[in-house]
């Protein structure tokens, strides 16, 4: 167990509907990243936020949006889902917001059909 | 054995052989690289890191060089074993992000053969 906590597993959806993956971070961790995993891209960074606050935007979707709450859990939206949006996504925690090295989740894995 | 990370995405080797991974990073001004392990499953796990004002750093049974002149990371495994088998990713910050974000390469598959 890693310590950052991602729910759900698993999760199967269909074209246009919006889901949220949920992420809890390390204790201690003020950091929160997300990732997205497909076969074709590899690993990409989405977006961080620090303490709360949005720290560095990847290649996120319009149609994607996430927040960090003040409990510093994180909450990924995916919206109007398209098949391509298929992947796993994973959540990640730091202690600082430029840290060397982080944890990883076990991530979500998203279907949409 | 060896492979050429983006060129040849598995590498095979037989346990107890030593293991080869490389990597081409894309960032010059990159300043810290990490290599991470991902098996089937799960996230991707920390194994060693090294800082761009280094060239070598040793871990227990894992080794990472690294070459800024040709941008060119690899991480060898000692006497390699079947618990070794997974996804190798090497990732990369760039230095002027003042953030967390990494670049990850594309991935090698390790395969230990018993």
């Known amino acids: 167990d890693s310590g950052v906590t991602q729910t759900p597993k698993h999760l199967i959806t269909a074209t246009g509907q919006r889901v949220t993956l949920r992420c809890s971070p390390r204790?201690?961790?003020?950091?929160v990243y997300w990732y997205q995993q497909s076969l074709d891209q590899g690993l990409q960074f989405l977006i961080q936020?620090?303490?709360?606050?949005?720290?560095a935007k990847g290649n996120i979707l319009e149609r994607f949006s996430a927040q960090q709450f003040p409990d510093l859990h994180s909450e990924l939206n995916l919206s109007s889902l398209e098949l391509g949006d298929s992947a796993l996504y994973f959540c990640?925690?730091?202690?600082?917001?430029?840290?060397?090295?982080?944890?990883f989740g076990s991530g979500t894995r998203l279907t949409v059909v | 054995g060896e492979s050429v990370g983006l060129h040849l995405p598995t590498l095979s080797v037989q346990e107890g052989d030593n293991s080869i991974i490389n990597c081409a990073y894309s960032?010059?001004?990159?300043?810290?690289f990490i290599w991470y392990k991902q098996e089937s499953g799960k996230g991707p796990q920390f194994i060693i890191d090294?800082?761009?004002?280094?060239d070598k750093r040793q871990g227990q049974r894992v080794t990472v060089l690294l070459n800024k002149t040709v941008k060119h990371l690899s991480l060898q495994i000692a006497a390699t074993q079947p618990g070794d088998s997974a996804v190798y990713f090497c990732a990369e910050r760039p230095i002027s992000s003042n953030t967390g974000k990494l670049i990850f390469g594309q991935g090698t598959t390790l395969q230990v053969k018993p």
């Open positions: 960032n010059s001004a990159s300043d810290y």
């Open positions: 936020y620090y303490n709360g606050e949005e720290r």
């Open positions: 204790s201690g961790d003020l950091s």
């Open positions: 090294i800082r761009s004002n280094m």
């Open positions: 990640a925690s730091s202690v600082g917001g430029s840290n060397y090295g982080y944890t």
